[in-house]
């Protein structure tokens, strides 16, 4: 079974900077495009950064200039550096990664449980 475990959330005054790291672990054949979403209070989920197995990458408007998200392939893992904080990114973030489990020929995508990021001075 494959999981995703994010860390690195929490509370942070308006302008700081906060990191946040998700891991893959598990029974992986192969990882794509890897993701952080978030979720505010009262609004769907959206999509803040992906980034493909090679590298490109996309940001929500809104995160441009502010956000960067990277991954190591080798070890699983997708991060996103977040500064200059605004009280509007303040939300659940959840890591997602599409996989193709060892052993499968099919991809699908996991979830992580969240983490709570709350700009806020």
């Known amino acids: 079974q494959v999981q995703l475990v994010e860390s690195g959330g929490g509370l942070v005054q308006p302008g700081g900077s906060l990191r946040l790291s998700c891991a893959a672990s598990g029974s992986i054949s192969r990882i794509n495009d890897m993701g952080w979403y978030r979720q505010a209070p009262g609004n769907e989920r959206e999509l803040v950064a992906v980034i493909s197995s090679g590298g490109s990458t996309n940001y929500l408007d809104s995160v441009k200039g502010r956000f960067t998200i990277s991954r190591d392939n080798a070890k699983n893992t997708v991060s996103l550096q977040m500064n200059s904080l605004k009280p509007e990114d303040t939300a659940v973030y959840y890591c997602?990664?599409?996989?193709?489990?060892?052993?499968?020929?099919?991809?699908?995508?996991?979830w992580g449980k969240g983490t709570l990021v709350t700009v806020s001075s």
């Open positions: 997602n990664a599409w996989i193709v489990n060892a052993g499968q020929f099919y991809i699908r995508d996991y």
